[in-house]
T-cell receptor
Framework: EAGVAQSPRYKIIEKRQSVAFWCNPISGHATLYWYQQILGQGPKLLIQFQNNGVVDDSQLPKDRFSAERLKGVDSTLKIQPAKLEDSAVYLC???????????FGQGTRLTVV | GIQVEQSPPDLILQEGANSTLRCNFSDSVNNLQWFHQNPWGQLINLFYIPSGTKQNGRLSATTVATERYSLLYISSSQTTDSGVYFCAPESSGTASKLTFGTGTRLQVTL
């Protein structure tokens, strides 16, 4: 069974530029999560989808971050404009439904210079 | 939201030693997961354990949901066990979500 796929693996951008990350969850998984992991910290939930609806986006900085999951499968996370403090690993995860085991992709390492 | 504390924050073991990692959480939970983050950053699923005890090889985990803690046991540690261990309880209620602790950084030396 294929795991959670993310791209790109690495991205370096200048501050004030925009960037987008893509996630393809495990087939059949209705719940999709985006986490931000800053170096030395645990992952922090940015947004959680159930199919194509948002369940929780309370920690998403909505002035610069946006995410969508239009057909309830793939998802994109966008940052516009990026700040230095956005440098982190962005992790995508999926689960069959809420309250079931979640599986993570390899992440996208973003460096903002 | 739920608060998650892990201890110890850092641990150095000699190969072959045993260890216990602890995870305390502040609220009732529907389930709890343990992950190992390897040096390349990949989060590897170890256990999905809302309650009770599970074992997988040299690793085992116990969750006592009524007392709001979980333990991860590593026996006969190997250098490949090095990395960061995270627990992530999923809070109960309609807005359930996985919340990560700050992790335990483990280094196993020869």
């Amino acid at each position: 069974e294929a795991g959670v796929a993310q791209s790109p693996r690495y991205k370096i951008i200048e501050k004030r530029q925009s960037v987008a990350f893509w996630c393809n969850p495990i087939s059949g998984h209705a719940t999709l999560y985006w986490y931000q992991q800053i170096l030395g910290q645990g992952p922090k939930l940015l947004i959680q989808f159930q199919n194509n609806g948002v369940v929780d986006d309370s920690q998403l900085p909505k002035d610069r971050f946006s995410a969508e999951r239009l057909k309830g499968v793939d998802s994109t996370l966008k940052i516009q404009p990026a700040k230095l403090e956005d440098s982190a690993v962005y992790l995508c995860a999926s689960s069959f439904s809420m309250n079931t085991e979640a599986f993570f992709g390899q992440g996208t390492r973003l460096t903002v210079v | 939201g739920i608060q998650v504390e892990q201890s110890p924050p850092d641990l150095i073991l000699q190969e072959g030693a045993n260890s216990t990692l602890r995870c305390n959480f502040s609220d009732s939970v529907n389930n709890l997961q343990w992950f190992h983050q390897n040096p390349w950053g990949q989060l590897i699923n170890l256990f999905y354990i809302p309650s009770g005890t599970k074992q997988n090889g040299r690793l085992s985990a116990t969750t006592v949901a009524t007392e709001r803690y979980s333990l991860l046991y590593i026996s006969s540690s190997q250098t490949t066990d090095s990395g960061v261990y995270f627990c992530a309880p999923e809070s109960s209620g309609t807005a359930s979500k996985l919340t990560f602790g700050t992790g335990t950084r483990l280094q196993v030396t020869l």
